[in-house]
């Protein structure tokens, strides 16, 4: 069986690389060893997909800081406007929540996939799913199709591959892809969990007594082993039972995965009250305990933070929960205030490539064309979505950067598909 392009990979990139790739006329091929299509981007945001991001397009970039400056040329010819064009011309209308991330007003991711799914089949792509991909064929340094894990060949002159990384095995992304691209000459970069919860052997995280403490709208910073801020963000935060998780946990976790290349342990620091110097706080706890100088600081202290925090802060400021304010040294309520700046919790480890929400690292950028995607080492191959050498934070922004890649290397693939091939002179 012979197609102008086999898609490999019905993820996010897949199925826009299809969409993208079937437009003209192309014979497209579009394969899943999976029993369904999008399985990943069906469990995006929560469950209800968040389809893309809202922000404008150097925020997009500064919000992908695995290589974002490499989709400028794809972001110039397909963003997140044309997504958000393209799923509201499908009939699924979007509405923006917080920080500018996407959803369809549904809040049900099916009826993203399912529309997806529709227009590649409405546009004539031959749809194969239970159908491994065992080997991608290379010939006289052109691509010439697949290997199915049954054994049959598909023959065609252009191959993507759109596999995503190897994170969350069960939606089929499970690195099959890096093989292919290694047969064919590239270079893949070293593979980290990234957007990762992270784990934390401290007491108070041991002992579970802040499991389930969610803090909203902290700061969360990673210090280097030289005592230098590497990275702050702000947002919400979540204690679990074995160390840091929510929004800015997943963010920073990128940075201590390579702090911890480094040194044993990572220390990030939580800032309670962001827009509060420490001096303003210490002057406003010492003043709220002078005119409530009968009240003991544990009641004090749980006017300013959660209850939840109250024992463990006032532990480790070797204050006595009954003190009041005519007992009350000073030192130890400087180190209260420091504490509630700059709470420290010793990271050791992560959680694993699997279990994180995605891939860092990938196929080398410096072989692959920013335009088209296409392979620079081998005719007829392209890379697109999660494979690539490129890693956003959660929030729309991996899901446009596949969207956006998988478009490129669609229209490409088309687009040489198509144009005869004159020959030489
Ligand atoms: C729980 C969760 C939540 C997320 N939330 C967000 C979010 O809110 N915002 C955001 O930007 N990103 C989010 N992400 C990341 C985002 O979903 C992915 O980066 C993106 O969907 C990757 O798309 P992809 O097409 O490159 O790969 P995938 O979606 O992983 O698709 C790869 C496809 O290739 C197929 N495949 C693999 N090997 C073979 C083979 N040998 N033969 C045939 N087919 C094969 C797989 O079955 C799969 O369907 C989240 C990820 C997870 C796990």
Redesign the pocket.
Known sequence: MTYDIII????????MAAVAASRGGARVLL????NR?????G????GRC?VT?NKELDEIIRHIPGNGRFLHSAFSIYSNREIIAFFEGLGIPLKEEDNG?MFPVSDKAKTVVDALISQVRRQGVEIRTD????EVLYADGAVRGVRL?SGERVYAGRVII????C??PH???????YAWAEAAGHTITELFPT?VPLRSSDAHIASRELQGLSLRDVTLTVWNAKGKRVITHRGDLLFTHFGLSGPIALRCSQYVVKELKRSDSVTLTVDLFPDTSADELYASTWKLAETESKKAIKTILRSLVQERLVPVLLAKAELLETTTFDNLPKANLLELSRLMKAFPVHIHDTLSLEE???TGGGVTLKEIDPKTMQSKLMRGLYF????LDI????????????FST?HAAGTHAAEEALVPDLGPG
């Open positions: 490999i990979g019905g993820g996010s990139a897949g199925l394969l899943d060893k999976g299509l999008g399985r990943k981007l469990i995006s945001g929560g968040n991001n991330r159908q491994a991909v065992q894990i759109a596999t995503g990384g994170s969350v939606t089929g992304s499970t690195g099959d892809g957007e994180a929400f995605v697109c979505g999660e494979i890693h956003g934070y959660t929030g729309g922004y991996n899901i446009t950067a596949a998988g």
